[in-house]
Structure formats: C-alpha cells, structure tokens
C-alpha cells in the first residue's frame, strides 16, 4: 500500500485551535486598548468634521445650507477617507467601525445618504437607521438619490425631511423627486422652491409647483424676477401668462433684466405692460450695455440718473459714454473723472478731459499725487498735454 504523504504543517492541538479562533480572538481584542489596523484612516478623523455635525445639527433650510455646495464641502474630509476605504475593504466593515469608534456611525451613515450608497444603507438594521436624528431624506434629495430616498421613506419609515428636500430638488431641476415628495411626503416645499427653480430655467417644475401649491401672486412676482435677471425668457413668459398682463405694478423685473443686458426679456416684459425705474438704464449702463440703453431710452421714460454715465466711465465703457453725453442731458458726477482715472481707463479720460466732463483734470491730477499715485498724475499730465495742442491747432 502507498504511504500517506504527511501533512508539512504540525496537527494543531485543540487548545490551539481554540485560541486562534477568529471570533475569539475578536473578543478578546474588543477589551483592548487601540483600534484594528483597518480602522486607522478614521483616527483623528472627528476633529475634522466639528463644522459638518454642527451643519447636520441645524434645521435644514437655504439659510442654513447656504446651498448645496455648503453641504457637499462640510462632507469631503469624511467622503476622502471612506471612498477608497469601502473600495479596498469593501462596505460590511462598516459594522467593525460603528463597533469601535461609535461616534462616526451617524455621520457614516449620512453621508450614505448623501452619496447615494444604498448598498451601505440596505445592510444595516432598520433600528439603526432610524435612530439617527439627522435629515436623511433631505439628504438624499439634495443629491437627487431617487432610489435612496424611496428607501428611506418606504423601508426605513425615517422622517428626516423638511421642505428643504423638495426645494433643493426644485434648484436643480429634479422633477422626479418634486413628484415623489408631492405624492408620497407631506411637509410640501417653502416660496424658495419656485424662486430657485425660475432662476435657474426649470420650466417644467415652475408648471408643477405652480400646478400643485398654493402659491401667492407676491413669490410668483419674485420667481419672476429671478427669471427675468438669469434670462429664463420662457419661464419669465409662463409666468407672465399666469400672473396677467397688468405688469402687477411691478419694476423689478425690467431693472433685473436690464442689469445683466436681457434685451429680448425687457421686451417680452414691455408688452406686457411692466415697469422699471432708472436704475434700467443706470444699471445697463454700468454694465456697457449700450443696446439695452439705446433701447430704453427709445422706448421708455423713466431716463436715467448721473450715476449711468459716470459708473460706464469708471468701468472702461467710452461707446456708452460717448452715447450718453450726446442723447441724455443728465451728465455725470464730479467724481467721474477721477474714478475713471484711478481706474485706468485712458480713452475715456481722455474723451472727459476733452469735453471737460466730470470733474477736473489738474485737481485730480493734485489728489493723485497726493495719494503716491504718480502714474495717474502722469498719465494725466499728457492727456491735458494732448488735448491743449489739439485745440490750440482748432480741433
């Protein structure tokens, strides 16, 4: 008969076979002092998130979160410790954490939420998850995490949610969870909904928070200001619709618009009847926005102050200058002069000492020096130089 091969390795002994059992030996260590090797990333870690539990802490509104960038931010020292954690020891070791340092377990799980990880969440025990008082709907909402949120709503039963998860979902446009937080969630949405959703161009959900809320004439007016000042021209045109074409006694809307130089939108606005005030034109001005002048001052009346020649001065605008000083009357303040001076806009200095608009040129030239600004004082010293010859040779 062939021998049996004999084994290299010693028979282990049954005490030896007790004592490197690994539940025992996980028992043991469970008394000791320090933490498993696998757990060292998250030392010192708490410090690090003081300003995200104070963040987790605090009622959910757009004060409070600022935006979702606040969040995201508040969120990254733990994001840049657990991703490539879970990557290399995968997410069942999340059990040995909570063990040991028990502190991270609610934040962990937050950030569950907030990422979308539902392959975490779904392990762990309902209990746990609903024990933790932060607002893990919100969470997941601010990331449109639709199969998330559905999780902890419908499986979890948590109530974490406020009427910030349907406002950050209208901000970004996710119509999907405004539909699941309308048909299956109570706490509805606060007047920034619409606000942020017109602002930044989600039509279909103005339609349905419009549709479904009972929202006032005076946040309609705001979402269409919103509208107006980012050029969300169909939006700024369904509200419109919705409102009436009486302009509500309104001028918000054209001055947003002609802020940023939307010259389709105070069109739009115009025919149906709302207002501005100067500050239309001042602001267009400000901004260089010559059509938009040109514009209003064709087909409006409101005009404009000093301030729209001044403030196109001092930002280097010389074509909306030059057409102020010759269609408007107002003029333009004393300071512009040296405004436009201090700011280095050479051609339009030129053009104001050359009409002797603005103030003038050797005082500002004295106050210049004054303040240790030589190169404005020399800069001025050979516009007044340039300008003396021209009209000395009768130009």
Not at 168 to 196: F, K, P, T, W
Request: charged share 20%; with cysteine; hydrophobic share 45%.
């Amino acid at each position: 008969m062939p021998s049996k091969k004999r084994s290299p390795w010693p028979k282990a002994s049954p005490m030896s076979a007790v004592l490197f059992t690994q539940e025992l030996m996980d028992a043991i260590t469970a008394y000791q002092n320090g933490i498993y090797l696998v757990l060292r990333p998250f030392v010192g870690l708490t410090r690090d998130l003081l300003y995200l539990r104070d963040l987790l802490r605090s009622p959910t509104t757009m004060d409070n979160w600022l935006d979702i960038n606040s969040v995201t931010f508040a969120f990254e020292p733990l994001h840049d410790v657990l991703e490539p954690w879970y990557d290399l020891h995968g997410t069942a070791c999340v059990f040995k954490l909570f063990a040991c340092l028990p502190r991270l377990r609610n934040v962990v799980i937050a950030h569950a939420a907030f990422s979308g990880n539902l392959a975490m969440l779904s392990m762990l025990p309902l209990d746990m998850l609903r024990q933790v008082r932060y607002l893990l709907l919100d969470l997941a909402a601010a990331n449109g995490h639709m199969r998330v949120l559905k999780f902890l709503d419908a499986v979890v039963g948590h109530e974490g949610c406020t009427t910030f998860a349907m406002d950050v979902a209208a901000l970004r446009g996710d119509l999907d969870v405004v539909r699941y937080l309308h048909a299956y969630r109570n706490e509805g949405c606060s007047d920034q909904a619409i606000m942020d959703a017109a602002e930044n161009g989600h039509l279909e959900v103005v339609q349905f928070l419009h549709t479904h809320y009972p929202l006032t004439a005076h946040s309609l007016t705001l979402a269409l200001t919103a509208a107006a000042a980012t050029n969300r021209l169909d939006v700024a045109t369904y509200i419109v619709h919705e409102l009436g074409s009486d302009g509500h006694g309104s001028t918000n809307e054209i001055d947003a618009a002609a802020y940023n130089g939307h010259l389709a939108m105070i069109k739009m606005l115009h025919q149906h009847n709302y207002g501005c005030t100067t500050n239309a034109m001042d602001d267009a001005a400000e901004d260089g926005q010559l059509e938009v002048v040109k514009w209003l001052h064709t087909h409006r009346t409101e005009g404009c102050t000093i301030n729209a020649m001044g403030q196109a001065a001092e930002n280097g605008h010389l074509e909306t200058v030059q057409w102020l000083h010759t269609h408007r009357g107002e003029g333009c303040p004393d300071w512009t002069l040296e405004r436009a001076a201090y700011a280095e806009q050479w051609d339009v200095v030129k053009f104001l000492v050359t009409w002797q608009l603005g103030g003038d040129a050797k005082t500002v030239m004295e106050t210049a020096k004054q303040d240790s600004r030589d190169d404005i004082a020399v800069g001025l010293a050979v516009i007044l130089d340039e300008t003396s010859t021209l009209l000395l040779n009768g130009f």
